[in-house]
Every structure is written in C-alpha cells, then in structure tokens.
C-alpha cells in the first residue's frame, strides 16, 4: 500500500535530487514485486516449466519410467502415425470437438440472449444456468451421466416413447461419444456468461435506429448483435476449442476407466494416459503430448488468421 | 528518504518472509509419511486391491499384527485393482513403493525385471519368514528364476459360475469332463426353453482361453512370448462373434450397460466363466441363485485348470527388510488372520490358516468343494509363466475381444492387433 501511495511523488524526487538513488529505488521496487511473486515463480519453474522441458526430452527417448530414457530420435512419431489406435483417438477427438463446440456455443448464444431480456428472477435463471459449469467437472457427474444414459435409464425409456430403441448409449460404440458430447453441452454456463456480458456492451441506439428503418429481430440480430459480438464469439470459440481438445475426465468416467467400448470414447488424452500410466511408455505418451499442443497451437492460429474475416472490433481500435 | 528506505527494507523483508512461509508449507506437506524412527518403532506401508468387505477384514488383521507385534505399525493404503496398478507403477518408478503388498502372477516378472521386488528366501533363511505348510505347491506361484518374490496368500482357479433357477429350468446339467460342444449345446437348449443368453461373452477373458490353450497343449503365454498363433485366436474370436450373432452370447452392449454389476447376475445370461473366489460377489448382486460348475473340456478330462493366487510381495528397497518378511509371514501363517480372511483372496494358502477357517455360508462352503472337487479329478496342472508385459496384454486381449463382439473389428485383424500390442508389450 505504501509504495502505491509514494508512488506519484516519485518523479520529482528523481528529477531533482539523485537519479542513482531513484534507479536504486526502481531496483528495490521491483526486487519486492519479484520476491512476492516468488512463491508463484517457484511453482511455475518447479511444477510446470520443468516437467515441460523432461516430456519435451521424453518425447525423443523410450522411457518405461524404470529404465533411464534412451534416445530414439523421431521413432515416438514414426510409430504414433502408424498406430491405429493412435489414429482412432484422433479421429475420436476431432469429431467431438466438432461437434460438441458449435452446439455447446449456440445454446450458450441462444440463452444468454433471453437472460440478457430484462425480467423478474433474472439473476435466478443466470445463477441457474450457470450452475452445471461450477460442478461439471467433477467425477461425480460422470457418474450421474453414465446412469442416465445406461440401458432402461431415463434416457433410453424416454426415447422408447419415441419409438427410439437403442439400448441405452453408453454400452454402444455407435451413440457413446454423443452422451459425452450431450455433458459438454450441457455446461455451457461459462460462454454464456461471456456472451451476456457481451450482449450488455451492444449500444442500445443501433437497435433503436434499425427499428426506425424497419428491420425485424432477426436482421436486427444478423445485422447488429451478431457483429457487435462478435469479439466475444471469437474468444469462446477459441477458448472451448482449445477446452474440447482436452476433454479427458468425462471420457474416462463414462467409459469406466477404458475409454470405451470398442475405444468409441478413446480421446486423444484417455489414450496419452494409458500409454503413459498403464503402459508405462512414457516417451511415447509425451510425443504424443507434444503433438496435441502442436495441434491445438495450429488450430489456434487458424482461428486468429480467420479473425480478419468476420471478427469486426470497434472503430477506435482499428 | 531514509524512512522510504526503511519502508522498503521492510516490504522486501515482509515480502521474503511470505515466500519462504509458503515454500516452507509446501515443503512440510510434501515429505510427510516418514515416520520417527527414533524410538525403535517401525512402520511399513501395505497396500492391496479389492472392495470393502477386503478392507474391512484387512484391517482387522492389521490390528491384530500391531498387537503382537507393538513396535511395527502399519499405515493401509487401498484401491481398486484398475487404479491400483496405475498407481503401483508411479511409486515404484519413483523408488517409493509400499514396503509389502498385494501382487498376481502377471505382475511378478514386470516387477523382477525392473527391480522393484525382494528376494524373501533370505529372510526366510534368516528366520523372519516361515515358507512351510503352503497348501498344493502354491508356494511355486511366487518363484521366478529360483527367487521368491511372492508368497501366496490364498489360491483360486478358474470356473464356471452359472445360475442354478436357469440351468434347472433350462433342464441342462453342468457335469464334469463335458465338453465345450455340450456347454455350447446347454446354452442352446437355455435360449430356446428361457429365451435368455447362456453366457455373458467367454471369449474376450484371457485367463479362460488360456485354459482353452493348455486343452490342445499350448498355453497362451511362454517364458517371453504368446503360446499360440494369430490363426488360433481369429478362430476363437470368429467362433465366439458367430453365437453373439446368434444370441448364444449376451449382447455385448447390454453387458456393457449394467456395469459395475456383471451380466450374470444382472440376469442377461445365465453363466459366466471367471476365478472361483468371484462367485462370492454374485449373491449378493443377483436375484438367483449361483452356484459353480466345471470347466468345459476339449477331450472329455482335462480342464487346463491350475492354482492361481494373490500374493505377498516386499519392496526390494525397504528400509525394513527384517519387519515385512515378518509382516508377511505373520499374514499368510496365522490362524487368527484366516479366519478372518476366509476366502475372499481364494482358498487359504497355508495349512494352518485352512485348518483354522470353516465355512459356515453357503457360498465359501460352495468354493471350498469346489475346489476340493477339481484337486480330487487331478486336473490341476502348474501355472504357466506370465512374461513382463502381461498385465498390457490382458487388457489388450479384452478391449480387442470387447471390438469383435461389437462388431468393430474383424477377427483376423483383432488378431493382428493383439499381436502388434502383445509385440510392443514385450519390448517396454
């Protein structure tokens, strides 16, 4: 608190008496800042740094955790590419991040329009709906989600009523990926906070002004909102790409430990952990550890380049 | 200016205390575990796999050990068997395994070769650890290349459980010496009369097709290497998908459905193959009655069937030889811990723990004849080797066995698969 106060009485001190002593001073300062950042430094260096830089040197070693790693070079990748489960995870992981984003974003759009009407209860429903977000990433949930959806549970009678028999999802390598897909949606409370709180910044006049001239809700929507806002769907979009990329607790809930059946739910990191924890081969898994952030890091500048497209950002910072 | 000074000596210094405080926390949190060793008081971390009822029990017989033994205390820690070895593995790499533990036979060579086990013939020859009045030649089951890196606690082999209501209804009759072409005709006669499935999906379990295997002279595992071709397991494989198409087999989602409970006792077929000491379990899930019946033979007399076991086994770095060897001599030899123990790890290993436990419940009643049963027929063979990857390979065996059932992969190229894992299994 002191240094904040002394703060703005410090340029004419420096000025006038000793520039030494104010560099000195600058040097304290800043000796303080990092000294209470340590703890936080420490971490990092220890905690994520570190274990960083080992699985970048395991990616290129065979390493059972027992025997000191031995270099192979690239053979963790030659091997990776031509593993079919490798190829499966894969081919797991791009579908539910394709499928289960956009419909996760749209319901989140779609409710954060109606809670961004004024209303009684208003704060209610947004407490409500952002309640899955806070818990979804418990195991517990994974649990809930297996009963619902296992055979002659909640789920299956109700699509029996339907007409719909298909035994319950989870035991069914054809539908188990969407139960996953159906939990990812049903947290959709965190985009949708972020879209409120972008819907609040749309200037309220342009509605009016397109009213004037006649524009219905949905070109209102397509024409005003969905630009204004556009910041805002950028950034979810990124965000919970990124977060699907990584979906792993749910998968391994689900699937009861085996990312399955048939490896229906083998995402790309359920299969990383058992080629690391239950295989114990720990080069491979961080080759294929490094691979991910190489993906995820390509899918993210995509999405920056294409920003330029339809991302539009006010006047005043361009 | 001096006052500033001063302010500032003070922040860095306040600032310098809240970090080391917080590292200093971090480090007092991160050794804990250690016990004082300063009084002549031991303490040996113990580790098993298994549900409740195995906890409560173990427990039990921890207490009973730190009674007699007032200078050794015992810290428990327990999972179940998935997250058990996951976390075996983690410690061990890290020089930071339980001093004594539950281990199987498809773990002993992995560990050996890694170093991870002591060898407890030393401390059996220097009076810590009793290797007598072990039951059958059980004791065998913890050799590996003339070490002793395990001593079982209890044996058990493989069975056929089935439902008693079912069978009867069905009027087929499990009898010994029948063959698999008659089991497979009782599960016939079982969907045509009750319209149920006769098993729940035989041909995914590792432990029943080795049995299959030692039937026509193979064995599925060898010193270091499968026992047997990609011809043989297709062939299996292609047998077993053709009666999950005919509904002989319990539809493989279904089963997948009732996890954690199993098919059988969920009531979607009316047998299961699994290990003897299992069928406790299936009571208490299922609204029938089970009961165990033989293993199908291929020429009318031999099972294939051997004593399996759980075993005990000490870290090869604990700072405790002496007090584990005597930890674990106490557990396999003392009446009072079998009776405790009953079955629940298989029948009991040593004489005196079998002479000190009677059954009394149907259900141990019903393991215990049958084990007597088969060790009467003389079919018992000895366990085959588990080459270091085995643990991979059966987990391999029923994930590819789980895709052939669901009709995702095709036999002949589940085999394919199982081969190029079990190959990189073997080299890890």
């Known amino acids: 608190m002191t240094l904040v106060k002394e703060a703005p009485a410090r340029p004419a001190q420096k000025r006038s008496a000793a520039p030494v002593a104010g560099r000195r001073g600058r040097r304290r300062e800043n000796l303080a800042g990092y000294l209470f ?193 556009s910041p805002v769907l950028f950034f979810n979009v990124l965000l919970e790409s990124i977060h699907a990329f990584q979906v792993f607790g749910s998968a391994y809930v689900v699937s009861d430990t085996r990312c399955g059946p048939a490896d229906a739910t083998l995402v790309y990191t359920c299969y990383l952990y058992q080629k690391g924890f239950k295989e114990a081969q720990m080069g491979f898994a961080s080759a294929m550890a490094w691979t991910l952030v190489i993906a995820v890091a390509l899918v993210t500048a995509v999405l920056f380049w294409s920003q330029k497209k339809w991302v539009h950002y006010e006047e005043a910072a361009k | 200016m001096p006052e500033n000074r001063n302010v500032e000596r003070r922040t860095i210094l306040k600032a310098a205390g809240a970090s080391a405080a917080a590292l200093g926390l971090a480090a007092t949190t991160g050794c804990g575990g250690d016990s004082g060793a300063g009084d002549g008081n031991v303490t040996l971390r113990y580790a098993w796999w298994g549900g409740e009822p195995r906890t409560i029990a173990i427990k039990k017989t921890i207490a009973l050990f730190e009674k007699k033994y007032p200078k050794i205390k015992i810290k428990p820690e327990f999972t179940d068997y998935e997250s058990y070895w996951e976390k075996f593995q983690t410690q061990a790499s890290g020089g930071n395994p339980p001093d004594v533990f539950q281990n199987a036979v498809g773990f002993l060579r992995k560990y050996d070769k890694r170093g991870v086990l002591l060898d407890l013939k030393s401390q059996a020859d220097a009076g810590n650890l009793s290797l007598d009045n072990f039951r059958n030649g059980v004791l065998a089951n913890g050799q590996v290349d003339g070490k002793q890196i395990a001593v079982p606690v209890g044996a058990n082999t493989m069975s056929l459980v089935i439902d008693l209501k079912a069978f009867k209804k069905a009027g087929v009759e499990a009898k010994f010496g029948w063959t698999w072409d008659e089991y497979f005709a009782a599960l016939q006669q079982i969907q045509d009369k009750l319209k149920i499935a006769g098993d729940t999906g035989y041909f995914a379990i590792m432990y029943l097709y080795d049995l299959y295997l030692r039937q026509n002279g193979k064995a599925f595992f060898t010193d270091t290497d499968l026992g047997f071709t990609e011809d043989d397991v297709t062939q299996w494989w292609e047998d077993g998908y053709k009666r999950v198409k005919s509904g002989l087999v319990a539809d493989p989602k279904k089963i997948e459905q009732v996890k954690p409970k199993s098919g059988l006792s969920a009531g979607l077929a009316a047998s299961e193959f699994t290990w003897d000491n299992f069928s406790i379990r299936y009571q208490g899930e299922g609204d029938s009655d089970y009961g165990l019946a033989p293993i199908p033979t291929t020429d009318g007399k031999d099972t294939g069937q051997y004593l399996g076991s759980l075993m005990l086994s000490a870290f090869s770095g604990t700072k405790h030889p002496k007090e584990a060897a005597q930890f674990i001599s106490f557990m396999v030899h003392d009446p009072e811990v079998g009776k405790i123990m009953g079955y629940d790890r298989g029948i009991l290993a040593t004489t005196e723990q079998y002479d000190a436990f009677k059954p009394t419940d149907p259900n141990n009643k019903g393991v215990s004849a049958y084990e007597d049963e088969v060790a009467k027929a003389g079919v018992l063979g000895k366990i085959t080797p588990h080459p270091s990857g085995a643990d991979v390979i059966e987990a391999a065996f029923l994930r590819i066995g789980g895709e052939v059932a669901q009709g995702k992969t095709k036999p002949a190229d589940a085999a394919k698969a199982l081969f190029s894992e079990a190959k990189a299994a073997f080299a890890g």
Request: aromatic share 16%; glycine share 8%.
């Open chain 1, 37 to 229: 950042m340590s703890p936080w430094i420490a971490g990092f260096l220890l905690l994520t740094a570190g274990p960083m830089i080992a699985s970048l040197y395991y990616a290129f070693t065979s390493y059972n955790l027992f025997t000191p790693p031995k270099w192979v070079g690239l053979d963790n990748f030659t091997t990776m590419f031509q593993d079919p489960r490798w190829q499966k995870s894969v081919e797991v992981t791009l579908k539910y991040v394709v499928v289960a984003t956009p419909l996760k974003l749209l319901l989140a759009l779609g409710v954060a329009l109606l809670l961004a009407q004024k209303r009684r209860g208003q704060s209610l429903y947004r407490a409500a709906f952002y309640m899955p977000s806070l818990i979804g990433a418990s195991v517990s949930v994974g649990f809930v989600w297996r009963a619902l959806f296992s055979d002659n549970a909640v789920v299956d009678r109700t699509q029996k009523v339907f007409g719909l028999d298909v035994g319950g999802w989870i035991g069914n390598p054809d539908y188990v990926l969407y139960a996953l897909v159906a939990l990812s949606i049903w947290q959709f409370g965190a985009p949708m906070v972020i879209f409120l709180a972008g819907l609040k910044q749309v200037p309220q006049e342009l509605y009016e002004a397109a009213e004037m001239d006649g524009a219905g809700p949905f070109r209102r929507f397509w024409n005003i909102t969905l630009p204004m806002i």
